[in-house]
């Protein structure tokens, strides 16, 4: 389990720096074909909205992830769980996170994600 969370976890943390870490096209393989995301703001968001706002937004986003964990929850498909804090808005806002990664095309991609604030 530790080397699921160990590449589950690289491969989040690399979404979070669009443009830097990986390409628009890296990233764009990254996502499921069905993938789809609740944001923050109770906002859902498409594949192809989320991919267009990455590609106007090309450097590393002022995040911060911390207290990882990982649930398998069939072979294959997998629960990737953690905090992040945003350090770019006046007073941090930390935001409880959850990813869905299925096993496609023999690579681990990205099939749903949500944020939702956390009020400490």
């Keep these: 389990m530790d080397d699921l ?8 943390l690399a979404l979070h720096h669009p443009g830097s870490t990986l390409t628009f096209r890296e990233f764009d393989a990254l996502l499921h074909p069905d993938f789809h995301e609740v944001g923050k703001s109770g906002q859902a968001y498409s594949r192809a909205e989320v991919l267009n706002f990455l590609s106007l937004h090309p450097g590393p986003m002022p995040t911060a992830a911390h207290d990882l964990q990982v649930s398998l929850l ?47």
């Excluded at 969370?5 to 989040?12: N, P, Q, R, V």
């Excluded at 941090?92 to 869905?100: A, E, K, N, W, Y």
């Design 5 to 12: 969370l160990k590449t589950l976890s690289a491969l989040e």
């Design 74 to 120: 069939t072979p294959g498909c997998a629960l990737l769980t953690y905090r992040s804090v945003h350090l770019d808005t006046p007073e941090p806002l930390h935001v409880l996170r959850s990813s869905v990664w299925q096993m496609h095309e023999g690579h681990w991609r990205l099939r749903y994600h949500q944020g939702t604030v956390a009020f400490c």
